[in-house]
């Protein structure tokens, strides 16, 4: 199979970018190091490729009233330039995917994917569609292999995006600098004449934006960020920061700690489902679980001693017998220490309860803690 | 990017170095090597007085990302580990070829050592 390429695969050889497979793309895992990265991102600024997610427009009359019955998030609570963390499930709870939902216009959302979830979702909207209602009334286009991304990242990136997109926005949250937008709030601004959507959302639990444009105008974009971010220390990052970022703050990774075979309740994002919303796929399930408890819980934990870094698939030990499997984990770049997440019956999923993760045959001490693993000081 | 091959030591195709001063060798990974794994942050070495055959997994490196064996180039008997890289893994990146090293072996052939890549044949492999 040939791998996918996003419009910013020269930019990246030009930066020094070291390319690997991920789902199906040839994307950056690092520049730098991941270390140097991460830790860039914590304490300044960093830009990251993230065309390879997908953008679904949903458009309509009653464009808002299918995805409530679509998505497990409430989006009546949308105004426009607003945007929500949600979740798209089978009837039976599992996951199909987690995504951003944005509000564009008075009947205009637009849906951030996961690039390896492009396919599966855009048919799951489609036939929750064609078996929806008021079908007419609501329009589906795929917009992903037209659009591209970036995400900016780090406590730095306001100064930077307002010198970037220096001009009032033009649609969206009305706001006369990106700066002036709040966590989860989205604006179309003009970029060498042509509009693109700033939002400041993340994956990084720093603060931060991310630039969605079409897929002609990112390098444009990328190469200016870099240029203006220079007083800013802004750095190209790759896939490995952002993936140890995301870890560390307990973020979920679609494929790790999501999946078709388990539900958002196990995940411990219950918070995105909204059960007094009316109906919706899995709602019933869901309930269920939320009043009756699940049959595994996602935890996060450390290492407690000198160990080698945990990683997905370990086997996780409480008590004597092997009770679970670490999903995600890495050695911490900010702790620098072993952290990871990892799936465990609820018995055993208890703040300060010790564990061991097994490693090449040896187990090791952990302890579950609290999430986020990672907490900036205040 | 300019890689460091020192013209006295013998090489492994796994990309690990081997230092020879009579029928002991020291062992570690090329300078090329901590480059591409980057941000060493775990080292497992062999226990003392374990027997390997050429070729043997008989170590491990870690970075953020992933986990790597390192193989003994040659065959012979653990006689010696670098307690100090295990304590600051960081020393493979910083000092590959000195205090990065991993374990010394005593050769149970010396003859094997003559099937080792010299610096030039290296050099050409990573393509420096």
Redesign the interface.
Known sequence: MTLKRTPLFSAHQRAGGKLIEFGGWEMPVQYSTITDEHLCVRRAAGIFDISHMGEVIVRGPAAEAFLNATLTNDIRKLTIGLGQYTLMCHEHGGVIDDLYAYRLGEQEYLLIINASRIEPDVAWLQERLAAFPQHADVTLANLSDHTAAVAIQGPKTPGLLDQLFPAASTGGTHVAKPSELKKNQIAQFIFDGQPVCVARTGYSGEDGFEVITPATLIEAVWDKALNLGHQFCLQPCGLGARDTLRTEVCYPLYGHELDENTTPIEAGVGFFVALDKGEFVGRTVLAHEKANGTKKKLVAFKMTDKAPPPRPHYAIWAGGTAVGEVVSGTQSPSLNNGIGMGYVPPQVAEIGGKIEIEIRGRRFAAEIVKKPIYKKAA | MSTNVPADLKYAKSHEWLRVAGDVATVGITDHAQHEL??V??V?LPAVGRKVKAGEACA?V??????SDIYAPVSGEIIEVNKPVSDDPSLVNTAPFAGGWFFKLKLANTTEVGALLTPEAYKAQIGS
């Open positions: 980057t941000d942050v775990f497992e491990v870690e970075s953020v990302k992933t986990a």
